[in-house]
């Protein structure tokens, strides 16, 4: 095999690919995974024996801290293939700061940048053929952080496993998403874990998803937990309001996730000419927006779908829709990033990194 491995990270080849067992026309998002894995564990003190080995099992002890306090932190990255096979990350410097400060804030210790990077261009070479090319197509890459150490007393772990898993992603269409806006429950708090992506937070968020999905809803938009008036996340996704043409978005707090779709938007819009405010939102002025019929688009981005527009809106059991409107800011940056994404745009924010 023609690829280049470093000499610090050791690799155990796979016997046989089983590329041919998935139907690439019909992907389940997250449910296939590539031949490789990468596994690197830290204990006494350090990160140690970083090792790319087919994908398998893990065997943990069940006392493993990560069972018991959820001491966990993941990211969600994506690698696209262009009309000529190369391969492209978006942002990846991005998504290596941010699990290390989610890490940080989940008292895990943080990965080093350069085994991060070996380890994923590495097994991108070896995995290759499961990114096809064709717009929409991706690799979908999700390196996480648990604590391995066996015991149950409540203290950070003093062992962890950093992982990487690819699986093969096809595009994503939301269809019309109808959204409940959240008058009881929290996705975080000040103070809290809502700024990292901490395995926790989704857990916390499904109980009331469920509830919203009982009511005919697929989302929840998350609000303030003070006082649940400022609109602050959609889901799993960073929310956009587009008011008459001024785009607006919750600033990033203690609550808000930092996303890298988020400011890529941002810059764009920008760019283009578009007003984009970063401030508090309140639930009033929403309401008072789509009476007024100034209220355009609502829309959630993020690494997975890019950006997913709302059609309706509920609140206090009123729910508000969303006429259907022509050169959507949703549809028109969504394109624009994905050509940045697919190298078939000129790159002028250095976003794109090559994969060779
Ligand atoms: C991951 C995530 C996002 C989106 O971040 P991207 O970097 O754009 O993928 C937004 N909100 C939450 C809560 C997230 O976990």
């Known amino acids: 095999m023609s690829t280049k491995i470093s000499h610090t990270i050791s690799v155990k080849h796979i016997e046989k690919s089983r590329i041919n067992e998935v139907d690439f026309n019909n992907l389940i998002f997250g449910n296939d995974f590539t031949d490789y894995m990468f596994e690197c564990d830290f204990r006494n003190g350090s990160w ?3 090792t790319i080995k087919p994908f398998g099992n893990l065997s ?3 006392a493993a801290k990560v069972f018991h306090y959820g001491q966990a932190v993941f990211e969600g990255m994506k690698a696209y293939k262009d009309e000529q096979g190369k391969i492209w990350l978006f942002r990846p410097e991005d998504n290596f700061n941010r699990i290390n400060k989610s890490s940080k804030r989940l008292a895990i ?6 085994i991060f990077f070996e380890a994923l261009e590495s097994m991108l070479l070896l995995d290759k053929d499961w990114i096809k090319p064709g717009f929409g197509n991706s690799l979908y890459i999700r390196p996480f952080v648990i604590a391995t150490e066996s015991g149950v007393s409540a203290s950070p772990s003093s062992e962890y496993k950093f992982m990487i898993l690819f699986s093969p992603a096809q595009a994503y269409y939301s269809g019309d998403v109808k959204v409940v806006i959240a008058e009881h429950f929290s996705r975080s708090a000040d103070g809290g874990v809502g700024a990292a992506k901490a395995a926790g937070n989704y857990a916390a968020q499904f109980y009331p998803t469920n509830l919203a999905k009982e009511q005919g809803f697929h989302q929840v938009i998350w609000t303030d937990s003070n006082e649940h008036k400022y609109l602050e ?11 008459n ?3 607006i978005t919750a600033p990033i707090s203690d609550r808000i996730l930092d996303g890298i779709t988020r400011k890529s938007l941002i810059a764009l819009a920008k760019r283009d000419g578009i007003t984009v405010e970063e401030r508090r939102i309140t639930i009033q002025e929403l309401i008072e927006a789509s009476k007024n019929n100034a209220l355009k688009e609502i829309f959630g981005t993020g690494t997975a779908a890019v950006i997913s527009p709302v059609s309706d809106f509920s609140h206090q059991q009123v729910v508000y829709h969303l006429p259907k409107i022509s050169n959507s800011f949703a549809t028109i940056f969504k394109t624009k990033l994905m050509e940045i994404q697919y190298n078939k745009s000129e790159d002028t924010f250095g976003w794109r990194y090559p994969v060779e």
């Open 48 to 50: 140690g024996n970083p």
């Open 60 to 62: 943990i002890s069940p």
């Open 109 to 114: 210790p943080e990965f080093p940048k350069e």
């Open 233 to 243: 996340e959609a889901g799993t996704m960073n929310v956009f309001f587009r008011i």
């Open 245 to 247: 043409d001024t785009l």
